[in-house]
């Protein structure tokens, strides 16, 4: 799958969160903006520094009537233990068949240091109230990101 672009609406999504419940797109249209973060792996050094950053914004993002969703390829079980362990206040999809991460594009071969592999590329998307994207960004910097996402965010509001 090719990489999305902003101002396209947001490919449907259906998938479990940490409770083994579904989640759907449709779920928060009309209602919510909505960020979906991708990340590689519960509870390594970067995802757990991007989790703990979106999660320390979360009533700013509930604020905002934006909720932040997070997706990787762990199952609930993963999910639930990295959440408990850094008592994170986000819900976790998880994309163990990988259908969402190819429907996003974000799932992709990457090369470090001659090898290749495919991998998560850590990645957001900004959806609107309307189900469109207002920003697709790929292979973003945890570093910062989450209050970068945010100030997105507030400009939706103003608008």
């Not at 999305?4 to 083994?20: C, T």
């Not at 199952?75 to 190819?102: M, P, V, W």
């Not at 970068?148 to 509001?157: E, S, T």
């Amino acid at each position: 799958m090719s990489q999305l672009e902003k101002n396209q609406e947001a490919p449907f999504f259906r998938a479990v969160n940490q409770h083994n419940k579904p989640v759907y797109l449709a779920d928060y249209q009309g209602e919510k903006n909505i960020v979906l973060y991708f990340y590689p792996k519960d509870d390594t050094p970067g995802c757990t520094i991007e989790a703990n950053d979106f999660t320390g914004l979360a009533n700013e993002f509930a604020a905002l009537d934006t909720v932040v969703i997070g997706v990787s390829k762990d199952d609930c079980e993963s999910h639930r233990a990295f959440i408990d362990k850094y008592g994170l206040n986000l819900q976790l999809l998880a994309d163990t068949d990988g259908t969402l991460c190819d429907s996003y594009g974000t799932w992709q071969e990457v090369e470090k240091d001659g090898v290749k592999k495919w991998k998560i590329v850590r990645s957001t998307f900004i959806i609107d109230k309307d189900g469109k994207l207002v920003e697709a960004m790929y292979g973003v910097n945890h570093e910062g990101h989450a209050q970068a996402v945010l100030d997105i965010v507030k400009g939706l509001a103003a608008a």
